[in-house]
């Protein structure tokens, strides 16, 4: 996507942003109220932006409704997971394989989720909203890989987990790009943001401030200041 500007009302949140997230896992980081979610809900189509082009496989994103985006493969799992709380996880789960394509490869899709996430074949029957915090954020995962993504978009996996989840997360995140999803990780975790990507994008209020490999960001004296206390 290049030069997009939008956001809310009259004063746009967002403004001429370029990021790509083409193959393994690039990252969009940055403080609180930087304008990442915004940006992802310009990409996945819930907002229309004011300026700017967003394509995805050769075809344009712009102006197309959010399940046609989905249809493109491009999947959002949203900050908080976005779970219907009183299906049960494997409710939940065929929910995410609603349109027909994904609908035939629902089986080998969930095969798929089970190897990924063991723990979600031993609690498949429990309500969505009583699982604990790691395995919701795995559910929502699940949901989206069930979809078929040729883009995975993840907004904010890591909020809220205690450390030994978020490793498992994040084990599970390079695990679906090794696999060959590309993945645009959202993340004000900074430090795992870098452990995770390869191409990162840091965002401050509204706009892209620094991008490079993981490599060269890590070692910027304003980055090692600000987000990673070092
Ligand atoms: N629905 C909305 N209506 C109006 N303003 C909004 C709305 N959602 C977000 N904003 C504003 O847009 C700006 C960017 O917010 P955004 O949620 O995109 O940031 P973020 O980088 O995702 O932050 P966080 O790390 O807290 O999730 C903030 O100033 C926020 O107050
Ligand atoms: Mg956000």
């Known amino acids: 996507m290049g030069h997009l500007t939008g ?7 967002i403004v001429d942003v370029a990021l790509s997230a083409a193959s393994g896992i690039t990252a969009l980081v940055g403080p609180n109220g930087a304008g990442k979610t915004t940006t992802l809900r310009l990409i996945t189509g819930t907002l229309r932006p004011e300026q700017g082009d967003i394509s995805y496989g050769g075809k344009s994103l712009i102006g197309l409704p959010p399940d046609a985006i989905v249809r493109l493969g491009v ?38 989720v089970r190897t990924l996430f063991p723990r979600l074949q031993e609690r498949r029957d429990v309500m969505a909203r009583r699982l604990s915090g790691g395995e919701q954020q795995m559910l929502a995962i699940g949901r ?29 995140i390079r695990a679906i790009a090794a ?25 401050e209020r509204g706009r892209i401030v620094l991008e490079g490999t993981a490599e060269e ?7 090692r200041d600000a987000y990673l206390g070092s």
């Open 75 to 112: 999947v959002l799992v949203p900050e908080g997971g976005g779970l219907f709380g009183t299906m049960a996880v494997e409710e939940n789960l065929l929910m995410g394989a609603y349109l027909p394509a994904a609908r035939s490869r629902r089986h080998e899709n969930l095969a798929m």
């Open 179 to 203: 696999a060959g999803v590309p993945i645009l990780l959202c993340e004000q975790n900074t430090a795992l943001a870098l452990h995770l990507a390869e191409c990162v994008f840091v965002m």
């Open 217 to 223: 960001i890590r070692r910027r004296p304003e980055v």
């Open 7 to 13: 956001g809310y009302g009259a004063h746009p949140v």
């Open 144 to 172: 989206a890989l069930m979809a078929c993504p040729r883009l995975l978009i993840l907004d904010e996996p890591s909020l809220g987990l205690a450390p030994a989840v978020v490793q498992q997360v994040a084990e599970a």
